[in-house]
C-alpha cells in the first residue's frame, strides 16, 4: 500500500530552522499534489502549506508566509517542508498528504482532498 514517511523533525529554539522530508512509495508521486499539516495538543489538524504536482503552483496559510517554504523533487518521489524563523506556536506533529484530486478547483488546505497520509514527525520550538 501507499506510504508517506516523514523525518527531520525535533527539538529547536525559537528563531531556528528545521527541515522535514516525506518520501512516499507505492504511488507514482509526480501524479500527486501534495501538502504539509500539522495538529498542535488539543487542537484541530490544520494545513499549512501546498505543493502542486509539477511543483509550479503552492499554497501558504498565513501564519507561515515568508518563514516556511515547500518543495517536491520528483525523482526522489520526495517533499520537503523548510521552515526558518521557527516560533513556540510552530510546535505541533507534522503531517504530509497526498492528493491525486485536480488543484485547480482547489481544495488542497482541507483535511478531505488528501486521500494519503504519513504517520507524522514531531516538531518542538522551546522559547
Known amino acids: 500500500q501507499v506510504q508517506l514517511v516523514e523525518s527531520g523533525g525535533g527539538l529547536v529554539q525559537a528563531g531556528g530552522s528545521l527541515r522535514l522530508s516525506c518520501v512516499a512509495s507505492?504511488?507514482?508521486?509526480?501524479?500527486?499534489?501534495m501538502g504539509w499539516f500539522r495538529q498542535a495538543p488539543g487542537k484541530e489538524r490544520e494545513a499549512v502549506t501546498a505543493i502542486s504536482w509539477s511543483g509550479g503552483s503552492t499554497y501558504y496559510t498565513g501564519s507561515v508566509k515568508g518563514r516556511f517554504t515547500i518543495s517536491r523533487d520528483n525523482a526522489k518521489n520526495t517533499v520537503y517542508l523548510q521552515m526558518n524563523s521557527l516560533e513556540p506556536d510552530d510546535t505541533a506533529i507534522y503531517y504530509c498528504?497526498?492528493?491525486?484530486?485536480?488543484?485547480?478547483?482547489?481544495?488542497?488546505?482541507?483535511?478531505?482532498?488528501?486521500?494519503?497520509w504519513g504517520q507524522g514527525t514531531q516538531v518542538t520550538v522551546s522559547s
Open positions: 507505492r504511488l507514482t508521486f509526480s501524479n500527486y499534489n
Open positions: 498528504a497526498a492528493s491525486s484530486r485536480s488543484w485547480l478547483y482547489g481544495g488542497y488546505g482541507t483535511r478531505g482532498y488528501y486521500e494519503y
